[in-house]
């Protein structure tokens, strides 16, 4: 039988780069999948037929993430659509750049209603229709244990929020028989990153593998945790890099 067989798995951010990859390993895994989007119906509807032709069951809910109210719908679509939810993945980020005396309240306000106001409302949602055996992982970024590189202050204080966040989860949800982590990737070659992209060398040459990863290499992590492999896995966060924080 599939590691996954029988779960269901709710991604965020599923229609491209590390999320579609997420989406389709815990698909292949055996799990049946929903996956929301923000502005590209197509590719998450690519993901949607990618999953069905391996025979699960899937749905793309379009989702803006910085609306809190929308990310709770998105948890009880799904657990309307597959009468339950066994695996939330917290992976809808944004990229933003600049120095501190650059950087507005308005781009606060927006990063972290994307990587904090919505996690927590979606774990909030969720850990009602979770029992025993119930997965939270959240995708981090190395950036939150080393910033190598002057602009990514914004991104890294609000990556950081989801430690202390999954650390306090961890003991909430213990008792439950539920996981709380946070799955760190480093440079991975995705289409906000790719890896022949502006400052591509810059950040090879950070790693001691000498490349970037793919988003598979992120998946694969995330699959780990997921499964009952992961089971004695809580309050921690893996970082995947390539060592630059190594």
Request: aromatic share 4%; charged share 20%.
């Amino acid at each position: 039988m599939a590691p996954l067989e029988g779960k269901v798995a709710l991604v965020t951010g599923g229609s491209r780069g590390i999320g579609a990859a997420i989406a389709q390993r815990l698909a292949n895994d055996g799990a049946d999948v929903a996956l929301t989007y923000n502005t590209s119906p197509e590719r998450a509807y690519g993901v949607v037929d990618q999953i069905k032709q391996i025979g699960r069951r899937t749905v793309a809910l379009q989702v803006d993430v910085a609306d809190a109210e929308a990310v709770t719908a998105a948890v009880e679509q799904t657990v309307a659509e597959f009468g339950r939810l066994d695996i939330l993945v917290n992976n809808a980020g944004i990229f933003p750049y600049g120095p501190i005396d650059e950087l507005t309240l308005e781009d606060f306000e927006n990063t972290t209603a994307i990587h904090v106001r919505a996690v927590f409302a979606a774990v909030r949602a969720a850990v009602g229709h979770m029992g025993e055996g119930g997965r939270i992982i959240s995708i981090g970024s190395s950036l939150v244990e080393r910033v190598p590189a002057p602009g990514i202050s914004l991104y890294s204080l609000s990556k950081s929020a989801l430690v202390g966040f999954t650390k306090g989860l961890a003991r909430d949800l213990g008792p439950r028989g539920i996981t709380a982590n946070v799955v760190h990737p480093g440079s991975t070659d995705t289409d906000m990153n790719p890896a022949d992209g502006e400052g591509s060398d810059e950040e090879r040459a950070l790693t001691a593998l000498g490349r970037y990863g793919s988003p598979e290499d992120i998946a694969a992590t995330v699959a780990h945790l997921a499964g009952e492999s992961g089971r004695y896995i809580t309050g921690t966060t893996i970082t995947v890099d390539g060592g630059v924080t190594a």
